[in-house]
């Protein structure tokens, strides 16, 4: 695996210094364009996103305002960090051809079969949509879902109750507990163990392959920001990324035949499951494929991350945590099971995962969209093909927009009527327009139940007696989704 260094390495920075020196002067966009910084020749401002791109972009915002430019080896990228900017992008956006950017190290064809990284809004990509829109992700849908996600989630609590007194790895068992709620979904199967070496024989393939492909869409390719190098892969991305498709697809293999043959003549009425759907649409195993292993990309990593994200932060604010845990006994009491029927009455709760992706939104930088024809935004020239993000991360964190912003305080939602809708441009944890998250109703629901139940039925502390829970390590690693840099590895102990 190629580091960011080793990859910076590729960029024939020999022969950029050279031109450097040669010119004695710093490249800097025309002054029509968005600001920016300067540009070095042939690799731009890559060096300066080591850090993290999100943090660099904020960073540019402070100094060149909340519409800004920046060049990456040959493309221009303009970016949004207000919600007037966010704003004016997607008015642009709405009324200008665009294309969504697709990495390099995806599938050839990958368009074609896409829900996520289709180019175009195109007719099979609304089909798509709709479709998981109305068997996955609506109310109906949701509620018949409910009695999945509590088994499940109960089977987790019941996990940890054999570990009380040990140290576990919160991501790790959330994760393969939201991997077997989308399998007892899609497929009417679990698919990992909640124990980390404790999976079905044969299965384990899903979960590594997940791995993979998060990994692989965090190293940085040469052939994004140099498109010519696409042809020879020189990391061997594409190749890694279609053999971790590849390991995800073997494991539903042999489900898809049997129940193509058992398929036959069985009435809509009778489908237990989304597979059963997507048989009944005509979906071909390509297709199957192809959606599955996005649903399950998209839908497990980051609800997963949320989580871990929202449980280290009522670790570190013990105020926090009492108040959360005093509405649970006072809404709930100590011996129901937690339902899905009983988050409505959860004020605290909600306010408390509205303040976690406000800290921590689960896409840090919404997807690049190239705008096809030269636009005016905010008074600037925004010239064809520049790729356009809105930074979501700093507009969580700026203080024009929150009170304290660094802090965690979710009585800032408390009577509050910002949503994760997309309709309040300041926060947008889920994207916004046609592009928005259209799983995140289900996301919810299940960081909500989940979140309830680890608070609900135990009691965390930090290994080593780590007294001083306000130094808590919260370093994030930037990748397609934020995640901890470390670990949130935890003791529960039982709730007296």
């Given amino acids: 695996m190629f580091s960011y260094h080793f990859f910076l390495l590729l960029l024939p920075p020999l022969f950029a210094l050279i031109t450097f ?22 690799i731009g401002n890559l060096p300066y996103m080591l850090k993290g791109p999100h943090i660099y972009f904020t960073h540019l915002s402070h100094s060149y305002g909340p519409l800004c430019s920046v060049k990456l080896g040959t493309h ?14 997607m008015r642009a956006h709405d009324r200008l051809p665009t294309y969504r950017w697709v990495p390099k190290a995806g599938q050839d064809g990958l368009q074609q079969h896409s829900l996520i990284w289709a180019t175009e809004c195109t007719q099979h990509w609304k089909l798509l949509r709709s479709l998981c829109r109305t068997e996955l992700f609506s109310g109906k849908a949701l509620d018949s879902q409910s009695v999945l996600r509590e088994r499940n989630v109960e089977k987790m609590v019941g996990f940890l109750k054999t570990k009380l007194g ?29 124990e980390g070496d404790d999976e079905e024989e044969g299965r384990g393939g899903l979960k590594r392959g997940l791995y993979r492909l998060m990994k692989l869409g965090t190293t940085p390719n040469v052939a994004d920001f140099y498109p010519r190098f696409e042809r020879w892969d020189p990391q061997g991305l594409k190749k890694k990324t279609s053999e971790a498709m590849n390991e995800a697809f073997g494991v539903w293999e042999d489900i898809i035949k049997e129940r193509r043959v058992s398929q036959k003549g069985i009435d809509s009425d ?3 499951d989304f597979l059963d759907t997507m048989l009944r649409c005509g979906f071909s195993d390509l297709q199957i494929n192809q959606l599955a292993v996005e649903l399950f990309s998209g839908g497990t990593h980051s609800t997963a991350s949320t989580i871990e994200w929202a449980l280290a932060e009522l670790i570190k604010n013990k105020e926090a945590m009492s108040a959360i845990q005093k509405e649970l006994d006072n809404e709930i009491g100590s011996t129901t099971a937690i339902k899905e029927s009983h988050l409505s009455q959860l004020p605290y709760l909600h306010a408390c995962v509205k303040e976690t992706l406000r800290l921590h939104p689960p896409a840090p930088l919404l997807h690049p969209q190239a705008i096809l024809e030269e636009c005016e935004i905010m008074n600037y020239t925004v010239p064809k093909n520049s790729q356009m993000i809105i930074n979501v991360w700093a507009m969580g964190r700026d203080p024009s927009l929150w009170e304290d912003p660094l802090s965690f305080r979710p009585e800032r939602f408390c009577n509050s009527n910002v949503d994760f809708k997309g309709q309040d441009f300041k926060f947008l944890p889920f994207g916004v327009g046609r592009r928005m998250c259209p799983g995140y109703p289900y996301a919810i629901k299940q960081i909500h139940l989940m979140l309830a139940s680890l608070i609900r039925n135990f009691d965390w502390c930090l290994p080593d007696n780590m007294g001083d829970l306000s130094k808590l390590d919260m370093a994030e690693n930037f990748g397609i989704i934020s995640q901890r840099k470390k670990p949130l590895v935890v003791i529960p102990k039982c709730k007296c």
């Fill in 21 to 42: 020196i040669r010119t004695r002067t710093k490249l800097t966009s025309p002054s029509h364009l968005p600001p920016g910084p300067y540009s070095l020749p042939l």
């Fill in 270 to 272: 009778d489908e237990q």
């Fill in 166 to 194: 040990k140290v576990v790895d919160v991501r790790e068992v959330v994760f393969a507990t939201t991997v077997n709620i989308l399998g007892n979904i899609c497929f009417s199967e679990d698919f990992v163990g909640l």
């Fill in 76 to 89: 221009l990228f303009v970016i949004a960090s207000s919600p007037v900017a966010a704003t004016e992008v």
